[in-house]
């Protein structure tokens, strides 16, 4: 005989009998096999009916149901249940085998009192045994046996060798297979009380496993013609309950339990699995008890693995493998999986005994399941659904109570209060029966990370494209939960990533406008605001149809929408605040992108005019760091683009001109939009060179066209004007400076307006330069601020001598402006300045340095007028010449001017001054001009020599006209200064100009010279006198 193991008590043995049509290995009753078997128990009886589904005749009973007989009578007033037992009170004991039902008890409304909720008893709920009453309890299926009960050695080892031979050989037979699975079930009840058999268990779980795999691999997938998958699951079943668990461990045995479950959920329904099985001899009554069966078995597995989980590693397990089943878009599948886990938590409920660690995590992904469940549009799957929900809020308040702290548990009794309310309003009927009640129920005692799993699993629920009310359920659902419990949530980034991704599954607009308004919920929520915004913009740009829908549809509170664009407005400013770098953020293109289509959707209207200003600045700053640049030359975060190419089109300057035009035609801005297309504004926004000439025409339209929208504008840019990098400066300065044209301007203390532009005039950049001097300009025509111009006065005159022309030109107009006010030192000054300009290169410089010089003469004060005579005098050859410049702006100025000049000295210049006639058409003219200034002029050499600086002059006309003056003018000259000094030098310089290669040139200087040279030749009126009058003495009277 065997070892036997002592001193181990009472042990379960298995439910297994043996008494069946095929052979079994050792064929022989449990009398005969085991000494002093006791009788067989009720569950063994079961067990044994389980197996004679060969004998069960024609018309068999229909398929099991797994409902209360008391819940039945509730749902259909007694007559279903009446008429269904009617006919199998006829039926003779054979007939009605296959008819055996688990009763599964369900709270009717009269079961308030068994949800255990009373607070008094919250502690028996752990420390004692469940109070539920079932009408059957699996551990009346156990039956204990003694150390007489042991089968006799030869029998065991008689059963090892035989299954050692299968472990070598093939099953090829339906006989063989059967015989190997009770073999191996016999064996496993003897398992408690024999060590060498449970060496031999252990030894070869491996083995076991493995020939189990191929059996149920072998089994057909769509159909059921044997009872060997059937006792693949009774031999599971054994072993579980010997504590050898062949489908938890290791990755084969894993695998098995996947093959197991999806060989069970896979099968066709019944109705067509009799079908295809009426070609059978046997005939469907057989096919129908078969598959009934197989299925109870299999539940029966499945709770097998239950009955002593303390930490509910196992229910983890089975939870898993059903999950893809319980979401299965078959009906039958769902059905079945659904039958089978209310089977599995009905089991768990009763014989709970939870132990720390739990390893079950997944509570709100099971609740949710459930919930979804109980909506089912299939009746049948909702009804035991709502079954297994019944026992599933047991497990859940034990489990509360056994995980929460302590300290918590005060919390836990105000929860359960709560729940025991709600149930108290609501009857347990219409409780079960309503997935939005069960979902407020399980809410109270959900944490945080569960109320995620829920949510999580509720949105998978939209993928289920088959069963339009389930998306309509679970769109509800998320509704419901996250208006009361939005607040718990941490998960929130996985939440909106699965909303992302599910949208474009979601067809039905209600359901769409749901899922897009839990969105907005949560965006709306200070607390995740920053989080939900900062996933949504790390997508591709630009956003697809979907995401696009998203961003426009937002609906949210009013106080909440100016928090939204806020947020979006800080993510692109954050970039803007930082030194250039060498690609740009990809955020600022994604915030970019989602104001334009938040300003496209329009439902943040009155948030888009709270902060026009900072959206309308941040924008155009946006396109000033978006000129010329490609999305490769933005820091794209890997992996975004995986899935997609990025379109050579799509440029960050795109999206920031976009936004920029929605937000003036949202914000009714239409004057000013009509403006920048008429004049090219956006094409000059989008030019390196000529951005800021786009931003001042934007921001005088503005201030035309919508004064009230300008003057928070310039009040914005104050503080902002110090901020962000070098881009960020130079677009706020532009529109700070058009809008100094403002009377608001006026309003400005002087430290953010006069002081901050004369920091700008010794700025490096230009630019700066340019824009202090236009503020400047502005400001002069506010009379209040031109005495605080005044010390800015040496600063501007000093900008005359800069190279950009502009700046030049603004200080002149500036100064024209202020010339009236200044003193003599400064007019005086500038003269000399201005003069210095006569002949620049830049038509407009030497135009206006003219026209200021003109001014200044006009200017000076009677007192003065000696100071600057010798200045005036000099400034009448040149002025004189450049009436003769070919631009005809220069030579028109040149003689006004010189007209300004003549009647400050109370000189009448000769009409031919002002012909604007070439000098060398009507030399007579010139010659008139030269005997008028040959009169009116002293040191007449002086100016000759002045004349002949012109003759390096780079324009023609000037030369020309340089040259004839100094011919003609030479007539004039005073004889003893010329004496004095010669003529050579007048000569040279005209020889120089004989080789000019133009004819017209080279006449007028030939011409010169020889007029020269015979004012040289000839003696001095003096002279000849005195020579006529002593020839005259030596003649004879």
């Known amino acids: 005989m065997p070892q036997c193991r002592r001193g181990r008590g009472p042990r379960l043995a298995g439910s297994r009998v043996t008494n069946t049509s095929l052979p079994r290995a050792l064929a022989q009753s449990p009398r005969h096999a085991v000494r002093g078997a006791p009788a067989s128990s009720h569950a063994q009886h079961l067990t044994r009916r389980r197996h004679s589904s060969e004998q069960v005749q024609e018309g068999s009973a229909p398929l099991a149901d797994f409902r209360s007989e008391k819940w039945l009578r509730e749902r259909a007033g007694g007559d279903a249940w009446n008429s269904r037992q009617a006919p199998r009170a006829e039926m003779p004991s054979r007939d009605r085998i296959c008819s055996w039902e688990v009763v599964v008890p369900y709270a009717s409304d009269s079961d308030s009192g068994s949800l255990d909720l009373q607070l008094s008893n919250l502690e028996d709920i752990i420390k004692g045994p469940s109070s539920l009453e079932f009408t059957e309890s699996l551990t009346d299926r156990f039956r204990y046996l003694t150390h007489d009960d042991a089968f006799s050695e030869a029998n065991v080892e008689n059963l090892i060798e035989s299954i050692q031979e299968f472990f070598h050989g093939e099953l090829k037979s339906e006989h063989e297979k059967l015989t190997y699975l009770r073999s191996l079930s016999s064996l496993s009840r003897i398992l408690p009380y024999d060590e060498t058999t449970e060496s031999f268990i252990h030894g070869h779980i491996a083995d076991i496993v493995h020939i189990l795999y191929i059996l149920v691999e072998e089994e057909h997938l769509h159909s059921l013609f044997s009872p060997v998958r059937q006792e693949v699951f009774v031999t599971i079943t054994d072993l579980s309950y010997q504590d050898v668990h062949l489908l938890f461990g290791s990755e084969d045995r894993l695998d098995l339990f996947s093959l197991i479950t999806k060989s069970i959920i896979t099968l066709p329904s019944e109705k067509t699995l009799t079908q295809l099985q009426q070609i059978k001899p046997s005939g469907s009554c057989k096919s129908e008890c078969l598959y009934r069966q197989t299925f109870q078995v299999f539940s029966e597995m499945l709770q097998s693995l239950v009955v002593k989980d303390p930490h509910l590693e196992n229910f983890d397990i089975i939870l898993k493998h059903m999950d893809p089943w319980l979401q299965s878009i078959k009906d039958h599948e769902r059905e079945r999986a659904t039958a089978s886990i209310a089977q599995v938590l009905k089991c768990l409920c009763m014989h709970l005994s939870l132990k720390l660690p739990l390893r079950f995590q997944r509570l709100g992904h099971l609740v949710a399941l459930m919930v979804l469940l109980c909506g089912d549009p299939l009746k049948e799957v909702a009804e035991k659904a709502a079954e297994g929900t019944h026992y599933l809020l047991h497990i859940t308040l034990r489990l509360k109570y056994i995980t929460e702290d302590k300290k918590n548990r005060p919390i836990l009794r105000g929860a359960m209060k709560n729940c025991q309310e709600l149930l108290e309003f609501y009857s347990i009927k219409q409780f079960y029966t309503c997935p939005f009640k069960i979902a407020k129920i399980f809410e109270v005692f959900l944490d945080s990370n569960e109320l995620c799993q829920f949510v999580l699993t509720i949105l998978d629920g939209l993928k289920n494209l088959e069963h339009s009310c389930t998306q309509q359920l679970a769109g509800e659902l998320l509704m419901s939960l996250v208006e009361n419990v939005e607040f718990r949530f941490e998960k929130v980034p996985e939440i909106v990533g699965v909303i992302c991704a599910q949208l474009s599954m979601i067809s039905q607009p209600s359901v769409r406008q749901q899922v897009i308004t839990i969105v907005s919920l949560l965006i709306s929520r200070p607390k995740y605001t920053d989080i939900v915004i900062s996933y949504l913009l790390y997508h591709p740009v630009p956003y697809d149809r979907n995401l696009a ?156 066209r919508n004064h009230v929208l300008a003057h928070k504008i310039l009040y914005l840019l104050v503080p902002l004007l110090n901020r962000g990098n070098a881009k960020h400066k130079l677009t706020s300065a532009g529109f700070f400076v058009e809008l100094l044209q403002s009377p608001v301007a006026r309003r400005l203390p002087s430290i953010y307006s006069i002081a901050r532009l004369k920091d700008w005039l010794h700025h490096g950049n230009n630019i700066f330069k340019i824009l202090a001097l236009t503020g400047l300009y502005y400001i002069i025509r506010h009379q209040k601020m031109r005495e605080d111009i005044q010390s800015l006065l040496p600063c501007i005159l000093d900008l005359l001598c800069e190279s950009d022309e502009k700046i030049v030109l603004l200080a002149i107009q500036i100064l024209l402006l202020l010339v009236r006010t200044m003193d003599f030192s400064t007019l005086a000054a500038m003269m000399r300045k201005t003069f210095s300009l006569f002949g620049d290169v830049r038509p407009n410089v030497h135009c206006f340095s003219m026209t200021l010089f003109g001014a200044s003469v006009k200017s000076v004060k009677y007192a003065n007028k000696k100071g600057i005579k010798n200045q005036v005098l000099d400034s009448l050859l040149p002025l004189l010449l450049y009436s003769q410049d070919e631009n005809d702006a220069v030579a028109e100025e040149s003689r006004r ?82 004496k004095t000094k010669g003529t050579e030098w007048i000569e040279d310089d005209l020889r120089h100009l004989l080789y000019d290669p133009e004819p017209s040139m080279h006449m007028v200087v030939s011409q010169a010279l020889l007029q020269i040279q015979k004012v040289g030749a000839e003696p001095e009126p003096e002279q000849t006198v005195w020579g006529l009058r002593k020839l005259m003495c030596c003649l004879p009277t």
Not at 606 to 624: C, K, S, V, W, Y
Not at 905 to 919: A, F, N, R
Not at 942 to 964: D, E, G, H, S, Y
């Open 549 to 704: 829908e998203m961003w426009r549809t937002l609906k949210v509170e009013v106080p909440s929408t100016t928090g939204i664009l806020s947020r979006l407005l800080r993510k692109l400013q954050t970039c803007h605040n930082e030194p250039t770098q060498e690609k740009m953020a990809y955020v600022a293109v994604a915030a970019t992108d989602a104001l334009y289509e938040v300003f496209m959707g329009n439902e943040l209207q009155e948030a888009m005019f709270q902060l026009f200003p900072q959206l309308l600045m941040t924008l155009l700053i946006q396109i000033h760091h978006s000129i010329d640049l490609t999305m490769s030359e933005v820091a794209i975060p890997p992996g975004l683009y995986t899935e997609q190419e990025m379109s050579s089109k799509v440029t960050p300057l795109c999206f920031a001109i976009q936004a920029t035009k929605t937000l003036l035609l949202r914000t009714l801005c239409l004057q000013e939009f009509n403006i920048m297309e008429k004049n090219e504004g956006w094409t000059l926004l989008a030019e390196k060179d000529c951005h800021l000439q786009g931003v001042s025409l934007l921001a005088n339209a503005l201030l035309k």
């Open 897 to 978: 001017i010189l007209t300004i000049c003549a009647q400050f000295l109370k000189w009448k210049l000769p009409q031919q001054v002002h012909c604007k006639d070439p000098w060398y058409i009507s030399p007579s003219e010139v010659e008139t001009i030269c005997k008028f200034f040959g009169k009116k002029c002293q040191e007449k050499v002086n100016i000759l020599a002045q004349a002949l600086t012109f003759f390096k002059n780079a324009k023609l006309p000037i030369r020309r006209a340089a040259v004839l003056f100094v011919g003609i003018f030479s007539k004039y000259l005073d004889r003893n200064e010329l």
